[in-house]
């Protein structure tokens, strides 16, 4: 037994055996129906059977579903930054979140296409109740973060989680993705939690935490979609905060949002990848003896680096403009893509409700304004 095993992915030599346990399971079929449309159930069953790694399972199956995702809900998926990585280097991705699923997938997505060690992704458990989810997230190197825990097993479980990273990244040359914060964005303000920095850390035996960050090699990622396939899931939160109510999430809340923003229309999606954090690290460590003045100063330069690389579609300045009603930015879009967006703004949410419309204008024209402090966006 290994002290990893309730939240750790399968190990290679478990794969088939859960590939076997799940292959006739309705998801599965349904996941396979959408991927591979013209292909029938024997024959993706059969492949199925053979297969005896996660990388093949990710190469063959997954690759696929996210490519079938991006085609049926988007204009496509650009991207930058990947030239500059080593391809045998593993590195910690620290990405803002927008999506519950495909930002990770859209990663490995990019990672495999340039030849880069793919991640280990940070899962909630709240999203893999379901015992074919859980079986899926495990086949898909995904581990556990446990949620709703009292305070003492929060640190017990953190203490495990950032072991298990740095055991990933320094010793098995695995990759990993985790967001900056906990849950997603929900008013496009990008913000690096130190709470997840302190996590990370937790592992470390370094005299100086920022020699740890070092050897884990961060890479900052921003990832913009166009169109947020989720932005009016996340209205009811927002109007439960501004009535300083507490707000509880429906039984199959995050179920809804996950099939939501992977099947909903993002338009252009965008992904870049920085440059891995090296001598920002050394700037912190000359100008901050403090722990968590460090570990506050590493969360600017994340922020730093998402904020002035994300990249800003049509949608996010008719929002800003909208908002502040102002024509700053109308040579940035045309009048059809204006009138697109209040369309959509009409029909997703009650437009009468001034919460409600300032909430789901701010979630797309927040990310001006940050883009604002590194540039005129």
């Known amino acids: 037994m290994s002290k990893f095993d309730h939240i750790r992915p399968f190990y290679d030599s478990e794969v088939n055996e859960a590939l076997r346990s799940v292959v006739h399971h309705p998801m599965m079929k349904a996941l396979m129906s959408f991927t591979f449309p013209d292909v029938e159930d024997e024959v993706w069953a059969e492949q199925l059977k053979k297969t005896h790694s996660k990388r093949d399972f990710q190469a063959n199956f997954i690759y696929s579903a996210?490519?079938?995702v991006l085609e049926k809900s988007s204009e496509g998926l650009t991207t930058s930054g990947f030239e500059k990585l080593d391809n045998h280097t593993p590195y910690l991705y620290i990405s803002n979140h927008r999506d519950i699923i495909l930002d990770t997938s859209l990663l490995n997505v990019c990672l495999l296409d340039h030849g880069l060690i793919m991640t280990a992704s940070a899962i909630g458990d709240n999203l893999v109740q379901k015992t074919f989810l859980r079986v899926l997230s495990r086949l898909n190197r995904n581990f556990v973060v446990q949620r709703g825990l009292s305070p003492r097993e929060l640190?017990?479980?953190?203490?495990?989680?950032?072991?298990?990273?740095?055991?990933?990244?320094?010793?098995?040359?695995?990759?990993?993705?985790?967001?900056?914060?906990?849950?997603?964005?929900?008013?496009?303000?990008?913000?690096?939690?130190?709470?997840?920095?302190?996590m990370l850390g937790m592992a470390s035996d370094e005299k100086n935490i920022m020699d740890f960050f070092k050897k884990l090699k961060i890479v900052p990622v921003s990832i913009s979609y166009e169109y947020d396939p989720t932005d009016a899931l996340k209205m009811p939160q927002l109007l439960a905060q501004s009535k300083d109510e507490v707000y509880v999430k429906e039984k199959n809340e995050d179920f809804t949002t996950l099939l939501s923003g992977i099947m909903g229309?993002?338009?252009?999606?965008?992904?870049?990848?920085?440059?891995?954090?090296?001598?920002?690290?050394?700037?912190?460590?000359?100008?901050?003896e403090n722990a968590n003045k460090q570990i506050q100063a590493l969360a600017q330069v994340i922020d730093d680096s998402i904020l002035s690389t994300y990249k800003l579609w049509p949608t996010n300045y008719i929002a800003y403009d909208l908002l502040n009603n102002t024509s700053r930015f109308a040579d940035?879009?045309?009048e059809k893509e204006k009138q697109v967006f209040l369309r959509r703004l009409e029909m997703r949410i009650d437009i009468e409700n001034p919460v409600l419309k300032e909430g789901f204008l701010a979630m797309y024209a927040n990310?001006?304004?940050?883009?604002?402090?590194?540039?005129d966006a």
């Not at 990310?367 to 540039?375: A, E, I, L, R, S």
């Open 66 to 68: 996210v490519q079938k």
């Open 332 to 334: 940035r879009y045309t």
């Open 155 to 198: 640190l017990q479980s953190s203490k495990l989680m950032s072991e298990y990273m740095c055991q990933l990244l320094t010793r098995e040359n695995r990759s990993v993705w985790i967001a900056q914060r906990e849950g997603r964005t929900k008013d496009g303000n990008d913000a690096t939690q130190q709470g997840v920095l302190k």
């Open 367 to 375: 990310p001006v304004v940050n883009k604002m402090k590194y540039q």
């Open 265 to 288: 229309q993002k338009k252009r999606i965008h992904l870049h990848v920085g440059d891995v954090l090296d001598t920002e690290l050394d700037a912190i460590t000359a100008t901050q």
